[in-house]
């Protein structure tokens, strides 16, 4: 039996002495910011001395070196004026008009022949402490300040200017409120990361699970998705009768929670009303694992684009919904799908869907491989549960210190 962790960490109620008297300051007197380097794209290489790192290098705040490396060799003296130092931070300027897919941040630890390329910047502090101005760029005065300053580029590009980002004002505390305030935060930080791989790990784990006992064939009988699935068509017939809902690789969720927003049509009539227990598939991303099984809402509304499921009386719905959401599974609906009007979008055969086959055994089986599977994902969501805690309480904090 695995054990769940029946905690997670609690914010103090903290108080500082001069939190009250802020200082009101311009960015630009606290801390230099220098775009990154125009690289001869000519002179980029797949291996090299140096790596140039670009803005998907930075996304969604995570450094990551791995993603669409490229480097070069023997830098010029102009070249290497954009070599990245410890602690400096980087940040994203270039994002899609009306999202907020950029103003990234990574704070350099142990940076080896790095250089900055553009459209990211590079930020030094001056006159502040270095992990504090950190957490700052990362607080919601910031923010706002941040994507209200944004201008439009090319197509549907919009992009912040240095400039600008000097002139914004910030507020910041005394020195020694500011290493309180970023000792706090890196702690929590650290805590994250650390809940972090232990979902990862356990991830990785129900999925070698899930692919070891699903597919057994010993004592299963092999069938076609038809025989265990029915497609359902039930559709709204007044505006909002459930709240909408975003299928997508990482699961169901609200759609308000997902973006932030209502991000369908205004009119939501003769959307697919999704029912608990259904299995949802996105026809043109199934492939990638655009799958998911209704175990949160009573019921709810996606858009018709989508093809519900419904699993017969005769099997059980938790134990078919992960054997079809199970990676081995991906590979054969990745094989009756065809190419799109992009890379990533694919058509499924839906025919060819329906008689797809799966290795199931009596329901007795079901019910017993089930239940132990729906305690590891229970155990999953606590440990995600946890995460969303100690992310809340970060923003929390970020909140109350920055004005």
């Known amino acids: 039996m695995i054990f769940l962790r029946a905690y997670f960490y609690s914010v103090p109620n903290l108080r500082f002495s001069n939190?009250?008297?802020?200082?009101?300051?311009?960015?630009?007197?606290?801390?230099?910011?220098?775009?990154?380097?125009?690289?001869?794209?000519?002179?980029?290489?797949?291996?090299?001395?140096?790596?140039?790192i670009k803005m998907g290098n930075l996304y969604n705040g995570i450094f990551d070196l791995s993603r669409n490396s490229s480097f070069i060799n023997a830098p010029t003296k102009k070249e290497l004026e954009y070599l990245i130092?410890?602690?400096?931070?980087l940040i994203t300027l270039t994002g899609t008009t009306n999202k907020k897919d950029y103003g990234y941040t990574v704070q350099m630890e142990q940076p080896k022949n790095l250089l900055l390329n553009q459209r990211c910047a590079l930020i030094r502090a001056s006159k502040v402490n270095e992990k504090y101005l950190f957490y700052l760029l990362n607080s919601n005065d910031f923010l706002k300040q941040f994507y209200a300053s944004s201008?439009?580029?090319?197509?549907?590009?919009?992009?912040?200017?240095?400039?600008?980002m000097l002139d914004f004002k910030v507020y910041i505390s005394n020195e020694n409120d500011q290493s309180k305030i970023s000792n706090i935060l890196n702690a929590l930080d650290k805590k994250i990361l650390t809940q972090i791989k232990i979902i990862e790990l356990k991830q990785s784990l129900i999925k070698d699970i899930e692919d070891r006992i699903l597919w057994k064939t010993t004592n299963a009988q092999t069938k076609?998705?038809?025989?265990?699935?029915?497609?359902i068509n039930d559709k709204s017939i007044i505006q909002n009768q459930?709240?909408?809902?975003?299928?997508?690789?990482?699961?169901l969720f609200l759609q308000t929670d997902y973006f932030n927003k209502e991000a369908a049509s205004s009119n939501n009539i003769g959307y697919k009303i999704v029912h608990k227990g259904d299995i949802i598939i996105s026809p043109q991303n199934l492939w990638m694992g655009n799958?998911?099984?209704?175990?949160?809402?009573?019921?709810?509304?996606?858009?018709?684009?989508?093809?519900i499921y419904k699993v017969k009386e005769e099997y059980n719905a938790f134990y078919i919904s992960r054997i079809m959401m199970s990676y081995r599974a991906l590979s054969l609906y990745k094989n009756i799908s065809e190419q799109g009007a992009s890379i990533v979008r694919r058509n499924l055969n839906?025919?060819?869907f329906n008689e797809l086959c799966f290795p199931i055994p009596n329901i007795k089986k079901q019910d017993e491989v089930g239940l132990f599977l729906s305690k590891l994902h229970q155990e999953l969501k606590c440990e995600t549960w946890i995460l969303m805690q100690l992310k809340n309480q970060k923003n929390y904090l970020l909140n109350k210190m920055f004005i």
């Open 85 to 89: 130092q410890e602690n400096d931070i």
């Open 19 to 52: 939190l009250d008297k802020l200082m009101k300051v311009r960015l630009g007197d606290i801390c230099t910011i220098t775009g990154g380097y125009a690289f001869d794209s000519h002179k980029m290489t797949q291996k090299g001395d140096y790596q140039i």
């Open 242 to 251: 459930y709240p909408l809902l975003s299928s997508t690789k990482k699961g």
């Open 224 to 231: 076609p998705i038809r025989e265990f699935l029915t497609e």
């Open 350 to 352: 839906v025919d060819a």
């Open 291 to 307: 799958i998911t099984y209704n175990d949160k809402f009573d019921n709810g509304l996606v858009s018709p684009s989508y093809r």
């Open 151 to 164: 201008t439009g580029g090319t197509g549907n590009q919009t992009n912040v200017s240095i400039n600008d």
